[in-house]
């Protein structure tokens, strides 16, 4: 079992096997921006950022080939990741989808622990002297400087490791820090994101909290539900609940689905981290019943438990970007269609109930939820 500080290093590490086809390797950020309301509204700026590699002849993501010829190529004791940076950032009114989309040849330094990406929109991903983590994104006219540190050092937090292995091969590995700190800047210039250089430039302070994981998914995406979300007294909330239904053929036999709460479930998660009190409720029964409100969006009504305890929720989405992937099936002139649904959202509230009859009542938690539906073979 690793400890927190090998964890943390394996972050820029890549897999000692080569990638097995149609696998996936990604590292992802979620950065909430606070606002004077967000601890009392649960709604704030976001901006979701990945670097991946795909092993796949031939996909597109938002009509932009993603898939290099190599994906992971040793370069001495470095990588490059022959892959893509994509990015989208909710501004508090307007959600800016592709705020990156691009290709890009990305340098992986597991010693200096650093991935940097390269392009028209560069953007880097490093771990700091002081064990923080530092992202730079700039795009546009607009320069990003996130930083993101460890405040709590309970294990919940993390970095966690996880690893499930399927038949024929196929596995999920990931680590994750569910909860950070967030400070930073943004940069505002007059051209093009060349900051210093302009008497346009504005210089504004950010603070909040972010969210990390990266994943290595050696198997067909499947169809989720997902949600994580950070409250004012240092708790949070994730669920993660895998299924298969109708929603499997959506995008590709018929248009857009009617989601609805999942029959036949191939995983369910549900874990509570209460900071004034230090406690941790995980359960491995997970209910999520979507609910559309309008304009694309939805709302997650949640139930679950665990050893003498049950939970229930409801998370509110407020906006919606999409990432949506197309591949050819085999040799058939005929494409199947993957997409991946995240939206800025709002746990209206989570209650933990105990058996011994005590409550737990966290509200206007800020966060993010996840649907997807269809498939890529």
Known sequence: ???????????????????????????????????ENTKSTGKCRQIMILWSVKNDRDIQCNSLPITGAKNIVPDGNNFILDGAAAAWYFDGEIMHENFILERSAMPLNPSDSTLSAPGRAPSSFSLEKDGSFKTEITSGKSHFTLIAKKTDSHPAIGPT?????????????????????????????????????????????????AYFQKILLAAPPPQWYWGLYH????????????????????GNIYGE????????????????????????????????????????????????????????????????????????????????????????????????????GEEILLQNGWGNMENSWGFII
């Open 1 to 35: 079992m690793q400890d927190a500080e090998s964890m943390t290093k394996s972050i820029w590490s890549v897999p000692k096997k080569p990638l097995a086809k149609g696998a996936w390797l990604w590292w992802f950020w979620l950065f909430f921006i606070h606002d």
């Open 161 to 209: 490791y996880g690893h499930t292995p399927f038949v024929g091969g196929m596995e999920i590995e990931g680590t994750r820090i569910e909860i950070l700190e967030l400070s930073g800047t943004e940069e505002t210039t007059g051209n093009n994101g060349k900051t210093g250089k302009s008497a346009n430039e504005k210089v504004s302070p950010i603070h909040g909290t």
């Open 257 to 356: 689905p009617k989601l609805k709460r999942p029959t036949i479930s191939f995983k369910e998660d549900i874990l509570v981290y209460h900071a004034p009190s230090g406690r941790v409720f995980q359960g491995g029964k997970l209910s999520v019943k979507p609910e559309g409100i309008g304009n694309g969006l939805w709302r997650h009504n949640f139930s679950g438990s665990g050893k003498d305890f049950s939970i229930e929720g409801i998370a509110e989405a407020y906006s919606h970007s999409c990432w949506a992937f197309r591949k050819n099936i085999g040799i058939l002139p005929a494409k199947s269609t993957f997409k991946y649904n995240e939206y800025p959202s709002v746990m209206k509230e989570v209650k933990v109930k105990l058996s011994n």
């Open 231 to 250: 409250f004012a007294d240092g708790s949070f909330a994730t669920y993660m609940q895998v299924y298969t239904g109708r929603s499997f053929f959506a």
